[in-house]
């Protein structure tokens, strides 16, 4: 809480271009060490390792690549149905500080709700509730 309250100021003028090229840039990384990843969850969770591999990571990715356009949506639905049993909605305005606490059981994916509301938060952020 502590950096994000320090990097807030600065990241919150940051422009929906530099957030799209972030929120990317994260995917890109999910992606590439997706195998590390899923070890690591799997072991903290006590997950199977194909549940994380197979379903969460792949979800994590999409999403992360998905607010990335949302983060230069300047008009449009804030809310829809994007992606099968979930609920979307669009917030632009800079909030704040997020936190979220999630139980150990939740999927992988649920883990980067705060990063795409923080990344791409600022005047144009997403959360998600399935």
Same mark, same amino acid.
């Given at each position: 809480?502590?950096?994000?309250?320090? !990097? #807030?100021?600065g990241w919150s003028q940051t422009t929906p271009a $530099?957030?799209?090229? !972030?929120? /990317? @840039? /994260?995917? &890109?990384?999910?992606?590439? *060490?997706a195998e590390e990843l899923a070890r690591l969850e799997?072991?903290?969770?006590?997950?199977? %390792?194909?549940?994380?591999? &197979?379903?969460? /990571?792949?979800?994590?990715?999409?999403? /992360?690549?998905? #607010?990335?356009? @949302? !983060?230069?949506? %300047?008009?449009?639905?804030?809310?829809?149905?994007?992606?099968? =049993?979930?609920?979307s909605f669009t917030r632009r305005e800079a909030v =704040?500080?997020?936190? $979220?606490?999630? @139980?150990?059981? %939740?999927?992988? &994916?649920?883990? &980067? %709700?705060?990063?795409?509301?923080?990344?791409? =938060?600022? $005047? *144009?952020?997403?959360?998600?509730?399935?």
């Amino acid at each position: 809480m502590k950096a994000a309250r320090r !990097a #807030f100021a600065g990241w919150s003028q940051t422009t929906p271009a $530099q957030r799209s090229q !972030a929120l /990317l @840039a /994260l995917a &890109d990384l999910v992606d590439e *060490h997706a195998e590390e990843l899923a070890r690591l969850e799997a072991l903290n969770a006590g997950k199977p %390792l194909a549940a994380v591999t &197979d379903d969460e /990571l792949p979800v994590m990715a999409d999403n /992360l690549r998905f #607010f990335r356009r @949302a !983060a230069r949506v %300047l008009e449009g639905r804030a809310a829809g149905e994007y992606m099968e =049993g979930y609920t979307s909605f669009t917030r632009r305005e800079a909030v =704040g500080v997020i936190g $979220q606490v999630d @139980a150990v059981e %939740l999927p992988a &994916d649920d883990g &980067d %709700l705060e990063i795409r509301a923080g990344a791409g =938060g600022g $005047q *144009h952020g997403g959360v998600e509730a399935g």
